[in-house]
Every structure is written in C-alpha cells, then in structure tokens.
C-alpha cells in the first residue's frame, strides 16, 4: 500500500475533519439527534482496522523505535473529533448508548495493542471518557481489560497498551465504593499481582504499583495477601525487577497500618535480608535505602525485636564481606541506627551470632576432615585389591608357563 | 504409575530413624489406583500457569485410556463435568481437553452430556475458553458420529469462525481440516465451504494467514472438484494479499499446491492461473515474500516440463538471481538440482556466475557460508573445466577469509571437490596452491595448510600424501608460532594411517619425539597422543617401541594392561611392573590401579 497516493484527496478529508472539529468545539447545539448514529459511524470506519503485523518481530518497547501509524494525519483528527464530540456540554450518554455498545468498545480496547504511542494516549483518555458517562458499560469495560490482561499474562506476553490500561484502572479504583465487592478483590489477587511476573514490567510498573497501593488504600485488610503475593513471586534472577519490587513494598510500607505490618514483618524481613546480601549493588542499595524512609524506621522500631535477629546476620556479614565499599558504608549506618533502636538485643544477637559461626567453622573442618579419611580408604581398599589380583595373576602365569 | 520404591534395603539402612516412614508410601504408590491419582491432577489442571495445566490435562488423558468403560464412567467423567463447569477460566479451558478421550468409550446417555458441555464452551463468555474450545475442536470431531458432526460440530464451527476475537477465528481454520476429512463432497460445499470462503477474505490478517499456512491441508481434505472451483481463486487472493506476512504464506504453499492437483489438466490450470501470480511476486517490494517464493519456485520446472520452464520459468529464476536480497538468490541456487533434471544447468550458467561471485564475497557470512556449501554440487553440475575456468579461485580465496568457519568448510569443500574430480586433478590444481600457503606470513594460513591436508590425505593417496605433503608437513614442525607446531603434530597423527611404516619409522617419529620435548605444554602433549597412536600401529607390525613413552600419555590403553602376558614377550610387562614404575601422584595410581581391579568386585 503506498503511503503517498491520492495526496489530494488526503488533503481534502484532512481538511474536513479539521473544519469538523473546530465546528463542534466552538459551537453550541449542533450535536443533534439524528447526528449521533453518523458520527459514530464515521468514527468506527475511521479507526476500527486490524492493526497490521509489527514489521519488527523482535520489538523491545525500550529500545527500539515504534512502527508509527501512516494514516496518523487523518486518524488523529479523527480522535480529536471523538473526544470533543464525548465532552460537549450537548453530549447525552442516553442517546449515544445506542451506537455506542459492547461492540464497540470492544473494538476499541482491540486498538490499544496500537504500537504507536501517540494513538495509544487518546484511546487511554476516550476510553476514560466513555467509562465515566456511560455507566450501563462499566462491568462490562472492566472485564473485557481482565481478559486482554489474563491473555497477556499467561497466553502472548505481547500487548502494547498495557500501561495505559492500568492508568485508567488506576482511576477507576479509585472511584470504588467501599466495602469492595469480591470481583474487585479477585482481580486485584489474580490479575494484578500475577501481572509482576510479565517479562516487560518495566514498561508499566509504575501504574501497577500505583493501582495495587490504591486498592490498599481502599481496603487495608488486603495487605496481607498482596504482600505474600508478591513475595511469592519475588524475582529470583532479574535484579532489575527485584529493585522495581523493592520500590513497590516502600511504595505500600509508606500506607501501611501499624497491625497489618506485624502480619507481614516476618516472611517480607526475611526477603529484605536476601536483598540487603545481594551481590548486586543497586538492589542491595534499594532495600538498604528503607532506612532513610521515617514512617518505616517508626514501624521497624516499634517492632524491633522480631525484626532485627531477622536482619542481623546478613548486615553483620555484609558489613565484612560486601565488595561495594557505598554498601558497606550504608550498612554500617543501618546497624548505627539498630544498635541505637535496642542496644541490648543488639548485643545478645552479636555474641550468639559469633558463637554461632564458630560452631558452623567447626562443623566444616569435621566435614573436610571426613572426606579425607575416605579418600585415604579408599585408596588403601584399591591398593589391598591391586596387590591381591597381582597375586592370582602371578600364580596364573606360574602354572601357564609350566 | 509410579513404580515403588524397593522396601527397607537401602533407605532403613543408611537413616535408621524417620526413613522407613516412606516404607509405607513407597507400597502405596504400588497400590494407587487411576481414580486415586485423578484428585491432584484436577486441582494441578484448574492452576494459573499454562504450562503446569497442558501437563496436567496430558495426564488425565494418559489416565482415561487405563481406566475400563466402567470406571471412566464412574470416575473420569464427572472430573471433566466438574471442571466444565469450574467458575475460574483455567479449569474450563483444561476441560476442552478432555473431550475426546473420554467420548468414545461412553454410554449413549453419557456422550449425549458431553456433547451438551461442548457445546455451552465453545460458546463462553471468556474469550479462553473459547480459544482451547476452538483448538480441540478438529480432534473432537474426529470422535464423534457422523451425524453429530453434521448436526453440532458444523454449527459450533461456523459459529467460533466468525468469533469477534480473530484469535478465536484463526483457530477454527484449523478445526477446518479435520471437519473437511470426515465430511462427504455434497456436505462440504453446503456445511463447510462457505465459512472457508469467509475466512479466506476474512478482514483480520492473522486468519487470512492460518488459511495460507494451511493451505495444502485444506487442498487434500477437500478433493480436486472444489480445489478448482473455490481454493484456486482464494488462492490467488491471498497471492496478492495486502498484508506481506499472508503473501509470503502463501507463496511457501505454491510448490504443494501444484503437485497435489491432479495430473490431468493441472499443466493448463498452472500455466492460466497460478503463474501470472507468481510473476508479480518476483517482483514484490518484501523480500520474505521473494525468498519464500524462491525457495519454492524452482520445483515447478518438474511439474511444467522443458519448454514451459525455458519459455516462462526460465526468465523468472534469471530475475529472482539478480535479486537485490541475498536470500533470495541462495535459495534459487540452493535448489537448482530441480532445475538441472529438466533442463540442465548451462542455460543458467551465464547468469548463475555473477550471482555466485557476488555471494562468496558478502558481507554477512553465513551467506559466505551457504555458498559454499552448494559449491560441489555445483561444480558436479557445471563440469571440471568451467569449475577450473571461474570458480577455482574463489575457493581458494575461502581458504584465507576472515572467519574461522568459512575457513573450515572451505577445507571441507576441497576434500568433496577431490572426491568428485579424482586425485590427478587435485595433483595438477588444488595440492601445489595449497603447499604453497605454508610460507605464508600469517600463522593461521599455515595452520589451515595442515587442515587441508589433513582433509585431502586420504583422498589423495598414499603417493602424494607422502611424496609431496609430508615434507612440508615436516617442515612445519619448526615453526615459531606453538599453535602451528601441535597441529602438526595433530596432522601427522591423521596421515599417519596413509603412510607406510618407512616413511612412519624414518622421517615422522624422530620429529614427533623432538616435538614431544618442546618446551610449550601443547605441544608436547599433542607429540606424545600422536607417538603412543604410532607405537601402537608399529607394534602391529612388531617394532620396538619404548614403554616409557606410553606411560606419560594420560589415555593409556586399557586393553594393554588386561591382555594376558605371553612368555617370552618384553613388550608386554605385567601390571605390577607398570603399577611400581610411574607411581608420580596418587591420582595417577588410582586410574591405574582400576584398570588392573577386575570388574565384578567393584563395590
């Protein structure tokens, strides 16, 4: 198909979808009736296409640059005409919500997976629009992005529009009536939280997490199973992804209710320290940087004596063996700051802690110990069994030569 | 079924305190009945993980064959109810799989309720369960009646072929198939036909290829009559499809699609309908579409005989050389032995030289790499003397590329061309050019000398080998650069079974043993792997041979240390000779020592 022909006749509709948007926008009272049906018509010819195969097969959304739209010239237009048409004051859902139906906004979600990021944007805010004055379409928006979410998550890992869909969902979580109906939890349990293990989360952490913090903010009993959850799928080789996790947990420590911390301050203390080990700078700086945070020194001290024989070890070890001199300087503050918090407990943890690597040094020499004295008979059996097979083969050779 | 554990031996012995706890498991797991097992596997199958659920479902359906029409009636069919109508997806989706194992064998009343859950999945809210309704639908069909299929699967079929989700669609196209097989002509053109045209012209790409993608099968389970009628025409639509991908699709079936129409008359239907297609595509601005296409184009000439492929596919391959695309033009080379059965190669010779030129000095090279390897089927073809005219320089100048692969199938290739064309050609052409590379200033071309012998020596013979190889060969042996000098020990570890023993005993031990006192590690190690394989060979031959060279080579020779002495024999000393001799490390010792330890008392 080629991009350039029939450049006059472009110019024609490009300038009559201009001269339409303004007309709408500066005019009152030319949304009439029998309008409605043709507009929507125009724009569902207009935008509603099978988006064409990604001529690079192997698109990485950081890195490469994205296949731009070519009709881009007439479809923006087209989009700026939708969106005024939704926000004129003369807008009546009640007529509209015959043209636009299900499958219509069907086809619209369809349009997100769009690699171009510019029609993306306003397929987030039509979509927008149309959620918040259609309310007959709600249920049904929301389960149609569950299913294009739970596709992406366990069948394709390909979707482009996923960050823009959960700044909507942002939103729309936040216009929740409490208490939060069981659909919404679900989805918060299955679709959300399993959303972590995507491969491209870095494309749309920071909306995820926006939403998960939401639905804390809404309900703070959740907390539990959301922390587990993302402990469950904690990542274990990605140090890009364990640092973006990190930042989340802050992000919900930072709301967090003081009863539902002592729910979770085992099993998330016990990760935090695998973190704080880790030999991988930037992800031990993320978690170290907790301590900077004030609301959570508050919790970490009021709860400091389940927590700090769970962070002890791996401060005390990293404090001698990290290779990052900036680690091992942040260590030390956090174990200042520790020892400060309850000096007593302090104390007891570093004599046990020495007692205790004394005891594993012990054990290891028994160990080697052990395997020497079976390499030693091992090698005697063999040389007991060369000898003996010497033996039977020099009578062999004896009573053959006779 | 899990096989049991063997009870008390080695568990009771090692622990003595909590093991033979699993005593009792392990006689359990002997006793586990299929309808035991089926629990865990359903709760496994209605899990969130796609991998942990297909695992599970390949399980249930093991299972179902073990069980007796009774028990799957009993045990194994409400599973699959249950899971049917699971309220999260994944247990519904797991279900579709179950279908058609557990139809079969079902009471009438029984297949009548399965029937009746296929139906409702396959009409699902979710688009899901949908999609793994649609996917099992070919194998479902294949189970049933032939009246059900007519009266239900054709209508769940044409129903999910035109799904609003055009993954959905695409699916159906393949359930397509297996339908098409079981119905009669009559049936197909009234039940089926009409979705297919519809998926063939369907506005989403992705279905438009699957019915590419599938073409061939579809051509088969439909029969000649409506091939002719509807698939041709649809084909030449998706020929000149908008979308590159279908195109491409397409063109990889031209090949299929010609052979598998009937004889009679498919001469005249190729020449009317087909090619004035694939005369654009030559043509067309993708360059998948243009490989595709030649990758396949070539094996029409069978099908069209010797005028018509000079008259019209002639021009198309010379086009398709020239292509601007360096695929392209190797997958025209890469099947011209097609070509050569109908009409032969020269008419293509002109043409074929420049391309072949062009690609042996590409950029990239893998496609360096590709041409070589077609350059003896080449050479087979175009005959001793043009090879010699034009394309012997090219491989000699392989031998010096960049790349250490090209380097080594260049080697191959020469020894392939010496196969083909005999020794005396390789006497007068490729042997002295290749001698000559060992004073090159570039270690790595000297060493590739030594490769290339070591690759011609066999198919050059006894005579040349010695006469003319080994010298330089030996020559070699002092060069500065150590990589060269342990391959020549390498080389002449190779030759060595070429050479007769004079030549072994006189010129070739006496530099192994100087190499093998070479100060670089490699070296040595390599000198003395090729002088124990040499003593072995002249031991045949009842030469003396020193013992203490056999004993540094790491790999010594079991079977030495096991053959019974003979009286009389020195060359043969008892292992308690060799056990006090070279006693150096522990290590050392214990290899030997097991070697010497007869295999049954091994503990």
């Known amino acids: 198909m080629d991009s350039v022909s029939d450049l006059k006749s472009k110019e024609i509709k490009r300038a009559t979808l201009n001269e339409l948007v303004e007309y709408v926008s500066t005019n009152r009272g030319v949304i009439v009736e029998s309008a409605y049906s043709d507009i929507v018509k125009m724009i569902s010819a207009n935008i509603f296409r099978t988006l064409p195969p990604s001529d690079n097969p192997d698109f990485d959304p950081e890195e490469d640059e994205p296949t731009l739209e070519a009709s881009w010239p007439h479809i923006q237009l087209v989009y700026e005409f939708f969106l005024r048409f939704l926000e004129s004051p003369d807008f009546q859902p009640s007529i509209a919500k015959r043209y636009i139906d299900q499958k219509f906004v069907q086809q619209l979600l369809e349009l997100f997976d769009s690699e171009d990021p510019r029609e993306r944007d306003f397929l987030k805010t039509v979509l927008h629009r149309i959620y918040g004055k259609f309310l007959g379409l709600r249920a049904f928006i929301r389960k149609q992005i569950n299913n294009i979410f739970l596709r992406f998550i366990y069948e394709t890992e390909h979707f482009n529009g996923v960050a823009e869909l959960l700044e909507i969902l942002g939103s729309i979580i936040n216009g929740f009536a409490l208490p939060l109906k069981a659909e919404h939890k679900q989805f918060l349990m299955k679709v959300l939280i399993p959303m972590h293990t995507a491969k491209g989360l870095a494309l749309f952490h920071a909306q995820l997490a926006y939403c998960v913090v939401q639905f804390l903010e809404k309900d703070t009993t959740l907390t539990e199973p959301v922390i587990r959850g993302l402990l469950k799928f904690w990542p274990k080789t990605c140090s890009q992804k364990e640092v973006m996790f990190l930042g989340e947990i802050e992000e919900i420590l930072d709301v967090i209710e003081p009863t539902q911390f002592k729910k979770i301050e085992e099993p998330l203390f016990k990760q935090i320290s695998k973190c704080v080990s880790s030999s991988h700078f930037q992800v031990a700086e993320r978690a170290l940087y907790f301590w900077n945070n004030e609301y959570i020194l508050s919790l970490i001290e009021e709860n400091i004596d389940k927590i700090l024989p769970i962070m002890f070890a791996s401060l005390y070890k990293i404090s001698k063996e990290h290779w990052n001199p900036t680690i091992v300087t942040l260590v030390y503050n956090v174990l200042k700051t520790l020892m400060e918090m309850n000096g007593k407990l302090f104390e007891d943890l570093t004599s046990s802690y020495k007692a205790e690597r004394q005891r594993e040094k012990k054990k290891e020499l028994e160990r080697e110990e052990l395997w020497k004295k079976l390499e030693e008979l091992k090698l005697k059996k063999a040389l007991e069994n060369q000898n003996s097979a010497f033996n039977m083969h020099s009578i062999l050779s004896n009573t053959s030569a006779e | ?603």
């Open chain 2, 1 to 603: 079924m899990a096989g049991a554990a063997a009870p008390g031996t080695g568990l009771g012995a090692a622990g003595g305190d909590g093991d033979d706890s699993l005593y009792p498991i392990a006689v359990l797991i002997d006793e586990l009945r299929n309808e035991d097992v089926q629990p865990p596997l359903e709760s496994l199958a209605t899990v969130e993980e796609t991998v942990v659920r297909d695992r599970a479902v390949e399980s249930l359906r093991q299972i179902s064959q073990e069980h007796t029409p009774v028990a799957l009636e009993v045990h194994f069919v409400p599973l699959v109810k249950r899971l049917a109508s699971g309220d999260w997806f994944t247990s519904r989706t797991s279900a579709c799989g179950l279908f058609s194992v557990c139809y079969p064998r079902a009471s009438n009343a029984v297949k009548e309720e399965i029937r009746q859950h296929f139906r409702s999945l396959c009409s699902d809210d979710t688009p899901m369960v949908r999609r793994a309704a649609a996917s099992k639908l070919g194998e479902f069909a294949k189970v049933l009646e032939l009246d059900s299929v007519k009266s239900e699967i054709v209508p769940l079929f044409t129903n999910l072929a035109s799904d609003e989700q055009d993954s959905v669609r695409l699916l159906a196209v393949e359930a397509c198939v297996s339908i098409a097989q079981l119905l009669s002509q009559d049936d197909l053109e009234a039940l089926v036909m009409p979705t297919l045209r519809q998926a063939a012209e369907d506005k989403s790409w992705r279905v438009r290829y699957m019915v590419a993608d599938k073409f061939s099968e579809l051509q088969k389970a439909v029969g000649p009559k409506i091939t002719l009628n509807d698939l041709i025409p649809a084909f030449q639509n998706l020929l000149k499809d908008c979308e590159a991908e279908v195109r491409a699709a397409a063109a990889h079936k031209v090949k299929e699609l010609c052979e598998n129409l009937p004889i009679e008359g498919r001469e005249t239907i190729i020449m009317n309908q087909i090619l004035p297609y694939i005369k654009e595509l030559v043509s067309d601005m993708n360059q998948h579409v243009k490989s595709a296409l030649a990758s396949v184009i070539m094996g029409l000439s069978t099908i069209l005989g010797k005028e018509n492929t000079i008259e019209h596919l002639l021009p198309l391959f010379l086009a398709q050389l020239k292509d601007e695309c360096p695929e392209v033009r190797l997958n025209i080379i890469s099947n011209l032995d097609c070509v050569n059965e109908v009409i032969g190669i020269r008419q293509l010779s002109q043409s074929l030289l420049p391309a072949i030129v062009e690609l042996a000095k590409d950029a990239k090279w893998r496609v360096r790499l590709a041409i070589i390897e077609y350059m003896p089927l080449l050479a087979g073809q175009l005959g001793v003397e043009f090879f010699d005219e034009k394309l012997n320089s090219l491989c000699m100048a392989w031998l010096v590329d960049h790349v250490y692969a090209i380097r080594e199938a260049a080697t191959n290739n020469l020894m392939k061309l010496v196969q083909k064309f005999g020794t005396e050609w390789a006497q007068n052409t490729i042997v002295p050019k290749v001698l000559v590379m060992a004073d090159d200033p570039n270690y790595l071309h000297r060493m590739t000398t030594l490769f290339c012998i070591n690759a011609l020596s066999e198919a050059c013979g006894q005579e040349i080998t010695t006469k003319q190889m080994l010298p330089i060969v030996l020559k070699m042996a002092g060069d500065q650069v150590a990589n060269v000098r342990f391959n020549v020990a390498k080389s002449l570890q190779k030759i060595g079974p070429i050479l007769d023993t004079n030549a072994l005993q006189g010129e070739v031990r006496p530099v192994l043993q100087k190499l093998g006192q070479d100060e670089d590690m490699d070296v040595k190690y390599f000198a003395q792997e090729a002088i124990s394989v040499m003593a072995q060979r002249l031991r045949k031959l009842d030469l003396p041979v020193k013992d203490s060279e056999e004993l540094s080579a790491p790999r010594a020779d079991k079977n030495h240390f096991l053959s019974p002495t003979v009286p009389g024999d020195n060359t043969r000393k008892g292992p308690a000779y060799q056990l006090h001799v070279n006693t150096r490390d522990k290590l050392a010792q214990l290899e030997l020592a097991e070697r010497v330890h007869f295999p049954q008392s091994r503990d």
